[in-house]
């Protein structure tokens, strides 16, 4: 965590250089999960589809590569503290919402992964035509394959779903914090030329 101190003397906090880059390229590599995940699925089968399946899939490798990076560089470095006039179950809920982030995009794209490693279809993963992710190891059972495939495809969706309407309530978090409350919030995850100091 990083800070500065505004005009009026007040602590203006702000995650470090290494988050704020861990955090929107997450954002990035999110948007475009989504995206493709909500096009692929509308598509008819062909090679456009099947692309754009790799991709998917290639997306939710990085951002489940890049969420256990930012677990791991959040062990030695707290995040600002949020507003002290911020009303204790808001920051409750705050804090849960991150909880939830972290477990979606964790086990988002691990139910995808945990899904092609099961399928009949037995299809390679490529990230981004660079190398090859080898499949899970998952038992060899067809039975229980079966019934691995219809709860990861289950989970996945719901996942899918779940993190879409968390993102808008983030967004919407942070939009409240910048334009009606005007504390840091926002402005912590900022680069400073997007983020002018207040004061």
Known sequence: MTGTVTH????DPRYGGVAMALHWATAAAIFLMLASGLTMTRMAPGMTAFNLYQWHKALGIT??????????WRLGHRPPPLPDAMPALEKLGARLAH?????????LPLSGWLL?????????TSWFGYFLIP????PTDAALR???NSL??????????????????HIAAALRHALILHDHVLRSMLPR??????G
């Not at 009026?8 to 602590?11: A, N, Y």
């Not at 030329?193 to 207040?198: E, F, Q, S, V």
């Open 8 to 11: 009026d003397g007040q602590h």
């Open 63 to 72: 951002v489940l590569a890049l969420t256990l990076i930012r677990l791991v």
């Open 99 to 107: 909880l939830g982030f972290y477990g979606l995009l964790l086990g």
């Open 116 to 124: 092609v490693s099961v399928s009949p279809l037995n299809l390679p």
């Open 135 to 138: 499949h899970l190891p998952v």
């Open 146 to 148: 079966q019934t691995l």
């Open 152 to 169: 990861s495809e289950t989970a996945h969706g719901l996942g899918g779903w779940t993190l879409l309407a968390l993102l808008f309530v």
């Open 193 to 198: 030329w997007l983020a002018p100091r207040k």
